[in-house]
């Protein structure tokens, strides 16, 4: 693989809050040993069905959960682009690619995937040649931007003719894991009670209203695959340091110091509603795999 890549254009204010929250997170990013951001990349990837030979895009693509899929599937004579609004995560992906002997790589190659360009860059509007990817994929990204049907008429332009694009979002938590994140609730700010991240209202909240979201930015065929993730963990010290490692360190934050000691023995008391039979902690939800095309002229 090669990685490559330069500096994205300026930010606005709210991107740069939640570049500054994934730059702050980025060591520790889908590193904590809970299976969560890869297995919902790779079921994205999977829908989408890059082939051989294709150009693939991944916009906001962190430590790569969908880059590596996307590598994998177009192979050798295929290749990737990847672009993150966080350096940190840009920088941390480039060293992951180029680790030597990682993922069975030789002398700078990883065996039988894409070469892989990273750079910094806002996904709401890669500054991308138009009609250059087969592939555009964005696994959780979509309702971070602040205008998601500008960013997915973006997306279009930057597809060949009957390209094809796959996003994946939240749909319904369970409801111990709407308990234990209702703790957090009366410390958050407006900004943060935007109900688009979990799916709660508006387009969000239904596979038509995604699926609308697509068609109105020119997409055709848009059509939902609906999956579930879990996260299992042991020890509810080991659920807080999964929180702190993503978006939702952001909520931790939040919580004055004075009150952050009873609201982490209110969550471990919440959290225990989602102990199994096996003695392990499991909360679930609903993933959304939108997909569709981009028209054929």
Known sequence: MTTTGGAGPAAGPATARVAAIFDSVAQVYDQVGVAWFTPIAQALVAQVAPRPGER???????????????????????????????????????????????????????????????????????????????VVVASLVLFFLPDPGAALAAWRELLVPGGRLGVSTFGPRDAAWEELDDVFTPYLPPAMLDARTSGEKGPFSSDAGV???????????????????????????????????????????????????????????????ARGEDGLFHLSQQVRLTLAEAPAS
Do not use: N
């Open 211 to 273: 699926e609308a979201l697509l068609t109105g930015a020119g997409f055709g065929r848009a059509r939902t695959v609906t999956t579930v993730a879990e996260v299992t963990v042991e020890t509810p010290q080991r659920w807080e340091a999964w929180c702190r490692s993503h978006g939702q360190s952001a909520m931790w934050r939040a919580v004055p110091a004075d009150a952050l000691d009873a609201v982490r023995a209110e969550a471990y008391a919440r959290l225990e509603r």
């Open 56 to 134: 693939a895009l991944d916009v906001g693509c962190g430590r790569g959960a969908a880059t590596v899929a996307l590598a994998e599937a177009v192979g050798p004579t295929g290749a990737v682009t990847a672009v993150d609004i966080s350096p940190r995560m840009v920088e941390l992906l480039r060293a992951d690619l180029a680790a030597p002997g990682a993922d069975g790589q030789h002398d700078g190659q990883h065996d039988g995937r894409a070469p892989v360009e990273v750079a910094v860059g806002d996904a709401a509007a890669p500054q991308l040649p138009a009609r250059s990817f087969d």
